[in-house]
C-alpha cells in the first residue's frame, strides 16, 4: 500500500513537470534550433577545412605534400582551418545568409593560389602581397606565359572568366535560396568571429614573441619565403607578409618635387686618387662584449677593431634581420621610409636597385658579393642580381671552408678574400658577410674559448657569453689577418667592417643588467637606443690608416663613407647623402640624432617633416617604388649599366 502510494506521488510529480515543459512552446523548438547552429556550424568548418585542401592543393601540387601538411603536428594547419572557419562565421554575419561566405572566400583564396602556383613555375618564388605593388612585372610575365604555354594561357584566361560568370550566379542563387540568419544569429556570428580574428591577427607581428603563436604552429621563416610558405601554407605565409605590401606614395611625390632637390654638381674627375680596391665586411652579430656590466672579459677579445674603430653603427635590428641592415649599407635607403616589420630583400626587390655595386661598376671595377653560405638565404641571388654585383660567391661555388662549429670561420672566409683578391687584375670592389658569429651560442662550440669571463652569472650565462667572446676574438683575428695582407700590396686598399647588430645573447643581457629585457627596446632614450644597437665601425686604408671620430651612423651612411673614403664624388651617394649626413648621424623610424647629438623622437609622426628628410624619402620611393624621375640626375652609372642590361 505505501509502495503503491510513492509510484502514485511520482506519477504525479512527473505529470506536473511534463506540463510545466509542455506549457513552454519554444522549448522543442530552441532544441532544434540549438541542433541546427551546430550543424550549420560543422558545416561551416567542413567548408573551411575543404577550402584550405583545395588552396594547398593547388600551390604545393602534390597530394603526397598537401596530406602531409594536414597529417604533421608541427604545422599550422588547423589552425589556418580555424581561421577560415572564423572569417565564414564573419561573413555570414555581415551578409545575413547562411553560408553565402563560402561563394564569398573561395574565389578569393583560390584564385590567389592558382597565380602563386604559376609564378612558382616562372619564377620559383611563391606570391607575396608585394607582389602586387610590382602590377607592371605580371604584366610582363603574360607574355612569357603565353609563349612558354600558350594552352595553359588560354585555359587560365577561359577559367578566369568561367569563374567570374559563376561566382556571379552563385552569389545571386546564394542571395535568393540561401537562408536567412536573423538579427540575433548575424550578432552571434560576429561577436564570436570578430574579437577571435582581432586577437589572431595581433598575434602574427613576427617582430614580436609570441607564446600563442609558437603554440598554434605559426613560425615566422622570414629568412626563407620558401620554407616559410611550406611550413605555414599559402594563407598563413601569405598573411604574414600582408603588412608590409602597404607602401603609399609619400605626399607630393611627383617629377616636380624630384625636379627641384637639387644635385650637386660634380668636378671634371671624380677620384683624386688611383681606384683604391674596397673591402666591406659586415661581420655577423659582431658586436663589443666589455660594454656589458657586472662582468669582465680577459684579455680584451678585440684588440685590434679597438684600436682601429672609426665609430658605431646605428643598427635598426638586433639579433636577426642582417638583410635590412645589410639594405642600407649597400643602396644609401632606409628602412625608416618603409612600413614596420618589412624586409625589403624579400618583399620589394623586384627591379634593378642602384647601390655600391652599380656604383663601383659604372667606375671600371669589378664588383663581387661573398658569403660562405646557401644562396637562397635571404633572397641574395635575386637582389645581388638587381643590386648590380657581377658575381655572387656563396656555399654552392666557392671551395669547402673550415668550419668553426656549424658555421664557416671567419679566417677561412679571409683567406678566400686574399685568394680571390690576387687572382684580380682590375681593381674590385667586395662586399663579404661573415658567418661565425651567427647564434645560438651554444656551450663547447669551440674546443677551447681562451676569453675567461668573472662575474656573478649563472653558469649557462656565462658558457654563452665565453662563446660569443671567443667568436669576437676570432673575427678580430682574421681582420688583422686581412689587414696584414693589405699593408704588402702597392694598391691602395681600403677595408670597411661593421656588425649587422646585437646578438641574441638572451639571459645574459638580463642576468648583468645590461637591459631589462632579453631584446632591445624599439622605442626608448636616446642612450638607451645607442647602447642596444650601437655596433664597431672601422674603416681603414693601408695607405692612411684608420679614419677616426666618424661617430655613431646609420648604416645607410656607409655609403657615403665609403666613397669619400675612396676619394669619389656621386650626386647621390656623397652628394645628397652627404648633405642628410651634415644635419642628421641617425635616421632610424622612431628617432633622428642630429650631428650635435642631439636627439628627435617620433619625428615621423610630426605635422611636418624636416624638407631634407622629405627629399630623402622622396628619392627612395622614387627609385623603390616609383616613376624614376631622378635616375639620369642621380644615378646616371645606374642608367647606363640598366641601359645595356646589367
Request: charged share 20%.
Amino acid at each position: 500500500m505505501k509502495l503503491e502510494k510513492t509510484l502514485a506521488n511520482i506519477d504525479s510529480a512527473v505529470a506536473r513537470r511534463s506540463r510545466v515543459y509542455a506549457g513552454r512552446p519554444g522549448f522543442a523548438a530552441r532544441h532544434a534550433k540549438t541542433l541546427t547552429s551546430a550543424r550549420s556550424a560543422l558545416f561551416s568548418l567542413s567548408i573551411a577545412a575543404a577550402l584550405v585542401f583545395a588552396v594547398e592543393l593547388i600551390v604545393r601540387q602534390s597530394m603526397a605534400d598537401t596530406v602531409a601538411y594536414f597529417l604533421d603536428p608541427t604545422r599550422p594547419a588547423w589552425t589556418t582551418i580555424g581561421a577560415f572557419f572564423l572569417i565564414l562565421l564573419a561573413i555570414d554575419g555581415v551578409f545575413g545568409r547562411e553560408h553565402k561566405s563560402a561563394v564569398v572566400l573561395a574565389p578569393l583564396a583560390i584564385i590567389p593560389a592558382i597565380i602563386c602556383q604559376q609564378k612558382q613555375v616562372f619564377l620559383s618564388d611563391p606570391l607575396y602581397p608585394t607582389d602586387f605593388l610590382f602590377g607592371r612585372q605580371i604584366l610582363e610575365l603574360m607574355p612569357v606565359l603565353v609563349k612558354d604555354r600558350p594552352w595553359t594561357a588560354v585555359g587560365i584566361v577561359v577559367g578566369l572568366i568561367a569563374a567570374v560568370t559563376t561566382i556571379g550566379l552563385l552569389l545571386r542563387y546564394a542571395w535568393r535560396n540561401f537562408p536567412k540568419l536573423t538579427r540575433r544569429e548575424r550578432i552571434a556570428r560576429a561577436a564570436f568571429a570578430l574579437p577571435l580574428l582581432f586577437a589572431f591577427w595581433h598575434i602574427m607581428d613576427y617582430n614580436q614573441f609570441s607564446w600563442i603563436r609558437d603554440r598554434l604552429k605559426v613560425i615566422p621563416i622570414m629568412w626563407d619565403q620558401t620554407e616559410n610558405y611550406r611550413h605555414n601554407g599559402f594563407a598563413l605565409a601569405f598573411a604574414i607578409n600582408l603588412p608590409m605590401a602597404n607602401v603609399n606614395a609619400p605626399a607630393g611625390y611627383m617629377a616636380d618635387a624630384i625636379d627641384r632637390i637639387p644635385v650637386k654638381p660634380l668636378p671634371a674627375g671624380t677620384s683624386h686618387r688611383s681606384k683604391p680596391d674596397v673591402i666591406v665586411l659586415m661581420s655577423e652579430s659582431f658586436w663589443d662584449p666589455t660594454r656589458l656590466p657586472n662582468v669582465k672579459l680577459s684579455p680584451d677579445p678585440m684588440p685590434t677593431i679597438r684600436e682601429m674603430q672609426s665609430g658605431n653603427v646605428f643598427s635598426p635590428e638586433f639579433g636577426g634581420m642582417t638583410a635590412n641592415v645589410e639594405f642600407e649599407a649597400l643602396t644609401g635607403f632606409s628602412n625608416a621610409f618603409l612600413p614596420y616589420g618589412s624586409i625589403p630583400y624579400q618583399q620589394y626587390i623586384r627591379n634593378p636597385i642602384p647601390s655600391l655595386a652599380t656604383f663601383f661598376r659604372g667606375e671600371g671595377y669589378v664588383s663581387r658579393a661573398i658569403h660562405p653560405f646557401q644562396s637562397w638565404f635571404w633572397n641574395r641571388t635575386a637582389v645581388y642580381k638587381a643590386f648590380g654585383f657581377d658575381t655572387f660567391k656563396s656555399e654552392e661555388n666557392m671551395p669547402p671552408m673550415q668550419k668553426r662549429g656549424i658555421f664557416a670561420s671567419d679566417e677561412s672566409l679571409t683567406k678566400e678574400i686574399i685568394r680571390q683578391a690576387d687572382a684580380m687584375d682590375d681593381p674590385f670592389f667586395f662586399f663579404a658577410v661573415t658567418l661565425q658569429g651567427h647564434g645560438p651560442y651554444e656551450p663547447n662550440r669551440y674546443a677551447k674559448n681562451t676569453i675567461k669571463v668573472e662575474g656573478n652569472l649563472p653558469e649557462s650565462d656565462r658558457q654563452v657569453l665565453e662563446t660569443y667572446a671567443q667568436g669576437v676574438k676570432e673575427a678580430d683575428e682574421s681582420l688583422k689577418k686581412l689587414m696584414d695582407w693589405a699593408k704588402q700590396r702597392d694598391r691602395e686598399t681600403i677595408i670597411v667592417l661593421f656588425g649587422d647588430h646585437l646578438p641574441p645573447l638572451n639571459t645574459v643581457y638580463t642576468n648583468t643588467g645590461f637591459m631589462k629585457g632579453v631584446t632591445a627596446e624599439r622605442k626608448g632614450s636616446k642612450d638607451q637606443m645607442k647602447a642596444q644597437h650601437e655596433t664597431p665601425l672601422v674603416v681603414w686604408s693601408n695607405k692612411t690608416g684608420p679614419k677616426k671620430n666618424v661617430g655613431t651612423i646609420s648604416p645607410a651612411f656607409l655609403s657615403y663613407q665609403i666613397l669619400m673614403q675612396s676619394g669619389y664624388e656621386h650626386p647621390y651617394y656623397t652628394g645628397f647623402l652627404g648633405k642628410v649626413h651634415d644635419q642628421y648621424r641617425v635616421v632610424d623610424r622612431y628617432m633622428l640624432i642630429r650631428k650635435n647629438g642631439k636627439d628627435v623622437a617620433e619625428w615621423s609622426r610630426q605635422p611636418k617633416v624636416p624638407a631634407l628628410l622629405r627629399d630623402y624619402r622622396f628619392l627612395q620611393h622614387d627609385m623603390m617604388f616609383g616613376k624614376r624621375y631622378s635616375t639620369d640626375r642621380f644615378f646616371k652609372s645606374h642608367a647606363d649599366l640598366y641601359a645595356a642590361g646589367f
